[in-house]
């Protein structure tokens, strides 16, 4: 799972390079930063775009498979301006089933059985100064 619970930033976007649709691959994205999503769980299909930007009111979560970009709007098609959080492989068939939304993530506990899929990003780095050492493995 990729976990998002840092403030979204410009010098806070992940770039996801991996990411396995089917293989378990979740992205999680926390309420304390995603406020603008309404419920916990499995991100509802209506909170979820593809597209460049919202088309409606309850559109949070927009993804433009050409270029793999991710974005949080929190109000639609409201005047507040969409955020830039992650990048995946342009491409990716991502769905809203791949987005989980938890109210604290970092207190997720691993699954037992997770495989090597299973990478938490520490996001108090800048994406670009990501290494080896701020994935873990559990
Ligand atoms: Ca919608
Ligand atoms: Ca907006």
Known sequence: MFIFDAALT?????????????GGDTLELDLSVF?????????????????????????????DKDTGNLFYDADGVGGADQV????????TNLTAGDIFVAANTS??????????????????????ALHTADFFLF
């Open 35 to 63: 406020s603008g999503i309404s419920g916990a769980g499995v991100l509802d299909a209506s909170a979820f775009h593809r597209g460049t930007s919202a088309a409606d009111a309850d559109d949070r979560i927009i993804y």
């Open 107 to 128: 207190a997720a506990q691993p699954k037992e059985g997770a495989g090597v899929a299973d990478i938490a990003i520490d996001l108090t780095q800048p994406a670009e």
């Open 84 to 91: 830039l959080f992650a990048t995946l492989e342009a491409g």
């Open 10 to 22: 410009a010098a806070n976007v992940d770039h996801i390079t991996d990411f396995r649709r089917g």
